[in-house]
C-alpha cells in the first residue's frame, strides 16, 4: 500500500513537471511567433512605405519624360512636314517658291533631336532589387517595357535620323547650297542649289521621310505607354 502511495505521489509529480515543461515550451512559440508576426508587419510597413516613396518618384520623373517627348514629337513632326515640303520644292522648277521651301526645310532638318529620359529612380529600383516592391505587377510590367524597350526605339530611331543629318544633310548643304543666293532679295529665278544632282536630293529626301515617319510613330507609341503609366502609378497611391 505505501509503495503503492509513492508511485502514485511519483507519477503525479512527473505529470506536473511535464505540464510545466509544455506549458513553457507553448509560451516560448507563441512568443517567437508573435515576435514574427510583429516583425513582419513592421517590414510590410515598411515596404509600403518605401513602394510609395518610389512610385512617387516614378511619377514625377515620367512626366517630366512626357512633357520631352511632346517637345520632340513636335518637332519631329514639323521634320517630317519639312521633309515632305522639300521634296514638294524640287518637284518645281527654279524660282522664288522653289527657294523658300528649300531653305525652311533645311532649316528644320538640321535642328537636332535627342531624347534624354530621366531613368534615375527605375535604375535604382533594378540595381537594389526593390523593384520587388511594387506590388502592382501591371505597373511593373509597363515600366520594363517603356524604359527597356520604347525610350530606347526613340533613341535608335532619333540616332539614325542624326546619322543621316550629320553624313549627308550637312555635307550637301556646304558644297551644293548656295547661301549667298539665299541672302538675296527675292528673284523670279532664284535657284539655291548648284552644281548639283537634284534627284540624289529626292532620293535622300524619300529615305528620310521613311525615317521620319517611323520616328514619329514610335514617339507617338511611347507617348501612349507613357500616358496609361502615369494613369496607372497615379491610381495606385490614391
Do not use: C
Not at 29 to 49: P, Y
Not at 84 to 109: D, T, V
Amino acid at each position: 500500500m505505501l509503495a503503492k502511495r509513492i508511485l502514485n505521489k511519483r507519477t503525479e509529480k512527473q505529470r506536473s513537471w511535464f505540464s510545466t515543461v509544455l506549458q513553457e515550451i507553448l509560451i516560448i512559440i507563441v512568443g517567437i511567433l508573435l515576435s514574427f508576426w510583429i516583425s513582419n508587419g513592421f517590414e510590410s510597413r515598411k515596404d509600403a512605405k518605401l513602394e510609395r516613396t518610389y512610385l512617387t518618384q516614378l511619377k514625377g520623373d515620367l512626366k517630366i519624360d512626357l512633357e520631352q517627348l511632346s517637345q520632340d514629337y513636335q518637332l519631329r513632326s514639323t521634320q517630317l512636314e519639312s521633309t515632305n515640303n522639300l521634296m514638294r520644292g524640287l518637284a518645281l522648277p527654279s524660282g522664288e517658291e522653289k527657294a523658300q521651301l528649300i531653305i525652311e526645310s533645311f532649316r528644320n532638318l538640321l535642328l537636332a533631336v535627342r531624347f534624354s529620359h530621366t531613368n534615375a529612380t527605375f535604375r535604382m529600383l533594378e540595381s537594389t532589387g526593390h523593384l520587388k516592391l511594387i506590388t502592382n505587377n501591371s505597373i511593373v510590367s509597363e515600366l520594363i517595357g517603356v524604359y527597356g524597350n520604347g525610350y530606347d526605339f526613340i533613341q535608335d530611331n532619333n540616332d539614325d535620323v542624326s546619322k543621316f543629318r550629320d553624313n549627308f544633310l550637312l555635307p550637301f548643304a556646304i558644297q551644293h547650297l548656295n547661301f549667298r543666293e539665299a541672302l538675296q532679295p527675292s528673284a523670279p529665278d532664284r535657284n539655291l542649289i548648284i552644281s548639283a544632282d537634284e534627284q540624289q536630293l529626292m532620293n535622300q529626301a524619300i529615305y528620310l521621310r521613311a525615317s521620319l515617319t517611323s520616328t514619329v510613330s514610335k514617339y507617338a507609341e511611347v507617348m501612349t505607354q507613357v500616358e496609361a503609366l502615369v494613369d496607372m502609378v497615379e491610381r495606385e497611391l490614391e
